[in-house]
């Protein structure tokens, strides 16, 4: 049975997407960060499309995400690690862990070792050993695929990039890895210098855009469309939604649209949202709530029944919902109805 909303999903942008970030990596290979189901469009179909363009590195947090994708042909990375409960799958599966913590590395070595990837911190402070650690041996005899780090601030003008940038770069040479790897998408757009061996985009594949720089080249993947329920007419100084947020201040027409903050379309959207209808734009109005959401259809040809189509532009929409760009994409609900088209 087809939902009453949808996810309209443009495979030939996501992977035109890529092709850029790719482009723009130099030298460098360009992976992809797949985690949280692929940014919430679901990891195995965004995984297909990828392999397909081209790509190779792929990366997931945890190790049933890694066990989703075990026969897709991808190349994983499993960003958290290994735990004690992990170490059965993590020998089973054909990917590799990112090793954390010095326990990890221990866990590792106890489990008799094998291809894994090492996360250092250069400032983030979040996950990593220290790059004293390299020094003191830590990862003496690992194999060791790709040393990684991420960049706390690559989405702004901030000497704190190169203060990691130098720090990741001082590691060259002083482990057994074969890559290093530390931009993400904002940090492709720093350039060359911190391109390394492997790049890691993640937001910037799905149409978001971290930096603006990345503008010409990211096309949006994702767009909501909703079925309208009921068309009503609003009397001039009548309410709308919970709370009456939002007064008519002459006749309305409003659509009462299946949508709501339990499907990811958030209540920061509520009286800021925007959707289509061909080329007519119909403003949210009143309080989305779990379910359902209110728009102005006063001057456009709507009816019950009709599908209406909602902002795709990500960084726009954020701006309207006082999200970021990474929660809008990766909160979109499993009651959608995901259609890819290519």
């Not at 726009?316 to 979109?332: K, N």
């Given at each position: 049975?087809?939902a009453?909303?949808?996810?309209?999903?443009?495979?030939?942008?996501?992977?035109?997407?890529?092709?850029?970030?790719?482009?723009?990596?130099?030298?460098?290979?360009?992976?992809?960060?797949?985690?949280?189901?692929g940014?919430?469009l679901?990891?195995?179909?965004?995984?297909?499309?990828?392999?397909?363009?081209g790509?190779?590195?792929?990366?997931?947090?945890?190790?049933?995400e890694?066990?989703?994708?075990?026969?897709?042909?991808?190349?994983?990375?499993?960003?958290?690690?290994?735990?004690?409960?992990?170490?059965?799958?993590?020998?089973?599966l054909?990917?590799?862990?990112?090793?954390?913590?010095?326990?990890?590395?221990?866990?590792?070595r106890?489990?008799?070792?094998?291809?894994?990837?090492?996360?250092?911190?250069?400032?983030?402070n979040?996950?990593?050993?220290a790059?004293?650690?390299?020094a003191?041996?830590?990862?003496?005899?690992?194999?060791?695929?790709?040393?990684?780090?991420?960049?706390?601030?690559?989405?702004?003008?901030?000497?704190m990039?190169?203060?990691?940038r130098?720090?990741?770069a001082?590691?060259?040479?002083?482990?057994?890895?074969?890559?290093?790897?530390?931009?993400?998408?904002?940090?492709?757009a720093l350039?060359?210098?911190?391109?390394?061996?492997?790049?890691?985009?993640?937001?910037?594949?799905?149409?978001?855009?971290?930096?603006?720089?990345?503008?010409?080249?990211?096309?949006p993947?994702?767009?909501?469309?909703?079925?309208?329920?009921?068309?009503?007419?609003?009397?001039?100084?009548?309410?709308?939604?919970?709370?009456?947020?939002?007064?008519a201040?002459?006749?309305?027409?409003?659509?009462?649209?299946?949508?709501?903050?339990?499907?990811?379309?958030?209540?920061?959207?509520?009286?800021?949202?925007?959707?289509?209808?061909?080329?007519?734009?119909?403003?949210?109005i009143?309080?989305?709530?779990?379910?359902?959401l209110a728009?102005?259809?006063?001057?456009?040809?709507?009816?019950?029944?009709?599908?209406?189509?909602?902002?795709?532009?990500?960084?726009r929409?954020?701006?309207?919902?006082?999200?970021?760009?990474?929660?809008?994409?990766?909160?979109?609900?499993?009651?959608?109805?995901?259609?890819?088209?290519?």
């Amino acid at each position: 049975m087809n939902a009453p909303h949808r996810l309209k999903l443009d495979g030939a942008a996501l992977a035109a997407n890529w092709r850029a970030l790719a482009r723009m990596s130099g030298t460098a290979a360009c992976g992809a960060a797949v985690k949280a189901d692929g940014y919430g469009l679901g990891a195995r179909a965004v995984v297909a499309r990828l392999l397909a363009a081209g790509c190779r590195d792929f990366f997931v947090s945890s190790w049933n995400e890694a066990a989703a994708l075990a026969d897709s042909g991808a190349r994983v990375s499993v960003l958290h690690g290994v735990r004690d409960e992990d170490v059965a799958v993590a020998r089973a599966l054909d990917a590799r862990p990112v090793l954390n913590t010095r326990a990890q590395v221990r866990r590792w070595r106890d489990a008799g070792g094998g291809p894994c990837d090492v996360m250092v911190d250069t400032g983030m402070n979040r996950l990593g050993i220290a790059p004293d650690d390299v020094a003191d041996g830590l990862l003496d005899g690992l194999v060791i695929d790709t040393l990684m780090s991420h960049l706390a601030r690559a989405e702004e003008d901030s000497a704190m990039n190169e203060h990691q940038r130098a720090r990741f770069a001082s590691l060259a040479g002083r482990t057994g890895a074969t890559r290093m790897s530390l931009a993400n998408s904002a940090g492709i757009a720093l350039g060359a210098d911190y391109h390394f061996d492997l790049t890691r985009p993640g937001l910037a594949l799905y149409g978001g855009l971290p930096v603006k720089t990345l503008g010409e080249a990211i096309r949006p993947v994702v767009q909501i469309e909703a079925e309208v329920l009921q068309r009503r007419t609003v009397a001039a100084g009548e309410s709308v939604g919970y709370n009456a947020t939002w007064v008519a201040p002459t006749e309305t027409d409003a659509a009462i649209v299946n949508l709501g903050y339990a499907d990811g379309y958030w209540r920061g959207f509520s009286d800021t949202g925007v959707a289509f209808a061909g080329r007519a734009v119909l403003p949210v109005i009143g309080r989305v709530s779990m379910d359902l959401l209110a728009l102005d259809v006063t001057d456009a040809d709507v009816a019950e029944g009709d599908w209406i189509a909602f902002d795709p532009d990500l960084p726009r929409a954020a701006c309207a919902s006082g999200m970021s760009q990474y929660e809008l994409v990766t909160g979109l609900g499993q009651r959608f109805d995901r259609v890819w088209f290519d």
